[in-house]
């Protein structure tokens, strides 16, 4: 079955760090490019990061950069977000998402996504 | 940044109703452009992507046009399993991806 299932989500304080895991299955997870894409509580979808499919290339929004960072374990089938200095406006699910192109560089939109998961920042 | 402004923000519709959504780029964004149906409580869908090319398994009624900076998500006989948000999103400026502010499909 063709799927991503985040996990990692939860309350955290301001200022604290938290690391998302994304677990792939049904498709060649090594050969996609991947993506962090969240939504604040009622609000609309805004893009996190982007990872190659190998691994060599990362992306950031101006948003994030500095605090987080992706990476991915193509021998587990799994992506990861690691968020540090988190602030309120962090507040939001999140999602991981498959690149609609194989390999190279990607194309930059998403066809497939998790089913997400929440992470609230509040002291 | 590109900019997307979608319109309207919402809309009341009936089933078989023929609904049009409309994303206007700030720049020319040479057809790329994705269309997302997302229903409450779950992750975004794929719909179209290059603008008009329909992503395997959704259904015909759903199409897109559209060139330069204004794009076109049609659904030709609304079914009421696609009352949702609906967003689109520009990836001709990566890795500054940008989505519009959603438009939200309700029934009449």
């Known amino acids: 079955q063709v799927q991503l299932v985040e996990s990692g989500g939860g309350v955290v304080q301001p200022g604290g760090s938290l690391r998302l895991s994304c677990a792939a299955s049904?498709?060649?997870?090594?050969?996609?490019?991947m993506h962090w894409v969240r939504q604040a509580p009622g609000k609309g979808l805004e893009w996190v990061a982007f990872i190659r499919y190998d691994g060599s290339n990362k992306y950031y929004a101006d948003s994030v950069k500095g605090r987080f960072t992706i990476s991915r374990d193509n021998s587990k089938n799994t992506l990861y977000l690691q968020m540090n200095s988190l602030r309120a406006e962090d507040t939001a699910v999140y999602y991981c998402?498959?690149?609609?192109?194989?390999?190279?560089?990607?194309?930059?939109?998403?066809?497939?996504w998790g089913r997400g998961t929440l992470v609230t920042v509040s002291s | 940044d590109i900019q997307m402004t979608q319109s309207p923000s919402s809309l009341s519709a009936s089933v078989g109703d023929r609904v049009t959504i409309t994303c206007r780029a700030s720049q020319g964004i040479s057809n790329s452009l994705a269309w997302y149906q997302q229903k409450p409580g779950k992750a975004p869908k794929l719909l179209l992507y290059?603008?008009?090319r329909l992503e395997s398994g959704v259904p015909s009624r759903f199409s897109g046009s559209g060139s330069g900076t204004d794009y076109t998500l049609t659904i030709s006989s609304l079914q009421p399993e696609d009352f949702a948000t609906y967003y689109c999103q520009q990836y001709y400026s990566t890795p500054s991806l940008t989505f519009g502010g959603g438009t939200k499909v309700e029934i009449k």
């Open positions: 998402a498959k690149d609609g192109k194989l390999g190279d560089y990607g194309d930059w939109y998403f066809d497939l």
């Open positions: 049904g498709f060649t997870f090594s050969s996609y490019g």
């Open positions: 290059a603008a008009s």
